[in-house]
């Protein structure tokens, strides 16, 4: 329809051009104007429709051709089932929101964004969030933001504080719902990014994962802004929030205390790299590794920037911990591992290669592969038994040469250490 219209316009112009009388221009201009302003709406048309095939054509009008080509090289096995995962994102500030683009760029199912404050002009210096946006709820200025990159996203904001009673139930119940992909086992989402700059959000949201038994990934930025990590949780499996805690809480030192009156870290250059672009990165590819199934799935990583240095380790769960819905979730894991074992054994067996096939069809030569015993009397032994009459090796077999010399003289004794000493004294008295 683009190019149809494409065309009236350009055949209004040769009429415009063609007319004697200039009189009757304007007529003809406002013709014009009314198909380049329904061009304009098509394009627009065409931009929000939503796709309803992911394919891997490479055309301009294509929004996913680069994100297939994953699948292309091999290193996805089918890139197409991102559109089948939902994402919650608790804290759409400096990681958060960026990592929200991301994955709304890669054409993620689902998701649920989670955060309680508003956007301020001081938030400018970030990422993201645009001036005219001040005032929005994070959430809803996200979702704005978000749905006009990619139509395709399901997106649902959540302004509120999982800190507090009602926040937190909502949080639950929103977590538990499975409108979006009724098939689900357990909860409505397959993985939920902790994005958040305090204690007290952290162990909610470790709480809500450990009563829900869902994976969730952390992530977190020093206060010096100079180091950051992410961390992969799987309750029961890995060490949940509380079962490691920070040292600074480990120390009975209070978390409050550390922030500096007046200095917010989140904008301190240095925060600008590891907050907004290291750390959002390093999350995103380690959740699209663990949705789409390729490469390692890091259990930790650190980033210092100072020494250059990643980091990189395992937690087991505390026997100890002081969550007791973590010590449930470490039971259930337990008494699975024969299941485990069990459904792992018939992976590697049903993976395993069976017989081993012919690799060439074609044997223009004949060529076969016999047993050493069969050689033993045939008519391709060397043996000179097998000799035609008359004929005989000019060379000794490879056999004989492997045969070690049978030695006639027998070997010289050797001298005993007293003889040798006394031959040695004689030497030295001459
Ligand atoms: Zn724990």
Same mark, same amino acid.
């Given at each position: ?228 990590? !992410? ?135 004949? !060529? ?13 032994? !060397? ?7 008359? !004929? ?39």
């Amino acid at each position: 329809m683009e190019g149809e219209l494409k065309e009236l316009l350009s055949d209004i112009k040769t009429l415009k051009n063609s007319l004697p009388d200039r009189s009757q221009y304007a007529l003809i201009e406002n013709g014009q104007g009314s198909v380049q302003k329904s061009g304009g709406f098509v394009k627009n048309f065409i931009v929000k429709c939503s796709i309803q095939d992911m394919n891997a054509e490479v055309v301009d009008s294509n929004p996913y051709s680069r994100l297939m080509a994953l699948q292309k090289m091999g290193i996805v096995d089918n890139y197409e089932r991102i559109r089948e995962f939902s994402v919650a994102i608790v804290g759409i500030g400096g990681v958060g929101s960026v990592a929200t683009e991301v994955l709304t760029r890669c054409g993620i199912g689902h998701l649920l964004l989670y955060d309680y404050d508003t956007v301020e002009l001081a938030n400018m210096n970030r990422l993201f969030f645009r001036p005219k946006q001040a005032g929005l709820t994070k959430t809803d200025a996200a979702v704005q933001t978000l749905s006009d990159i990619n139509p395709d996203v399901v997106l649902e904001s959540y302004t509120l504080n999982i800190t507090t009673v009602r926040g937190f139930e909502t949080f639950m119940s929103s977590l538990r719902n499975k409108s979006f992909c009724s098939s689900k086992d357990g909860c409505g989402v397959d993985l939920v990014l902790s994005c958040v700059d305090n204690y007290e959000a952290r162990m909610v949201v470790n709480q809500a994962c450990n009563e829900l038994n869902q994976t969730w990934m952390e992530s977190g930025v020093s206060e010096n802004a100079v180091s950051g990590h !992410i961390q992969l949780l799987i309750p029961g499996k890995t060490a949940c929030f509380a079962c490691a805690p920070p040292l600074v809480v480990a120390s009975g030192i209070d978390a409050h205390t550390l922030k500096r009156e007046g200095v917010c870290a989140a904008s301190l250059p240095t925060t600008m790299t590891t907050r907004w672009e290291l750390l959002p990165g390093l999350l995103v590819q380690n959740t699209l590794k663990y949705l789409l199934k390729f490469g390692h799935v890091t259990p930790y990583l650190g980033y210092n920037a100072l020494k250059d240095y990643f980091p990189t380790m395992e937690m087991k769960p505390n026997p100890q911990c002081s969550n007791s819905a973590c010590l449930e979730r470490q039971k259930e894991y337990a008494l699975a591992k024969p299941a485990r074992d069990a459904a792992a054994k018939a992976k590697m067996e049903a993976e395993a290669p069976s017989e081993t096939k012919c690799l060439h069809e074609d044997n223009e030569w004949n !060529i076969s592969v016999v047993d050493d015993t069969d050689l033993q009397g045939s008519d391709v032994g !060397i043996s000179s038994g097998s000799l035609p009459e008359g !004929i005989i090796h000019e060379l000794p077999s490879a056999d004989e040469f492997q045969k070690p010399p049978v030695s006639e003289e027998p070997a010289t004794p050797v001298d005993d250490l007293e003889d040798l000493k006394r031959q040695l004294e004689a030497l030295n008295a001459g």
